[in-house]
């Protein structure tokens, strides 16, 4: 079977994190620039090579000077550190589960992640194209990566949590 190239629909995929403000309830935000690809050998994926990248510029979580914050070197220093990369991915499968491991870099930390990976199945578009769908879901420590800022309230409360959570839904279309 021949490798198969694949790359990332942005018009049919979103990445997103959530993180936790104040303990008490969630901050939702997405990368809106991406792109990423695979390459495969399988229709199943498995052994599949995964890369990824998301714009910091492009964060979003539908509140300006929060944005501004987040690209600031408070944070993920979007001057200094455009995109924040995955690479060396592997899909893998342990009975019905899907892990994809690789190399996440944030700043200049790149750290090795284990995302959860739903796959929804490859099909066709109305135009031809060969589409497969991903969810993919994992954790990562902020503070891991230097993203070190916090504040804390009069009653002893942090701002902003240490666990992120990604959630992406991806959609490739074969090359």
């Known amino acids: 079977m021949s490798t198969k190239k694949w790359i990332i629909d942005p018009t049919h995929s979103e990445v997103s994190f959530k993180v936790k ?57 979007a001057a200094t550190n455009p995109k924040l990369v995955f690479s060396n991915g592997v899909l893998s499968k342990n009975g019905e589960d899907y892990v994809l491991k690789g190399d996440l870099k944030i700043r200049e930390t ?20 060969t589409k497969a769908g991903f969810e993919i879901t994992g954790k990562v420590s902020r503070k891991a990566y230097g993203l070190t800022w ?26």
């Open 21 to 77: 403000h104040l303990v008490i309830s969630t901050v939702t935000g997405y990368f809106r620039k991406f792109e990423g690809s695979a390459e495969a050998d399988s229709d199943d994926f498995v052994g599949g090579k995964i890369e990824f990248s998301a714009d910091i510029d492009s964060i979003d979580t539908n509140q300006s000077d929060r944005d501004a914050h987040l690209k600031s070197a408070d944070f993920f220093d």
């Open 110 to 129: 790149t750290l090795p992640v284990e995302l959860a990976v739903e796959f929804g199945g490859v099909a066709g578009d109305p135009y031809g194209n």
């Open 150 to 175: 916090n504040a804390v309230t009069e009653a002893g409360s942090v701002v902003v949590g240490d666990e992120v959570k990604i959630i992406a839904s991806i959609q490739l279309v074969k090359q």
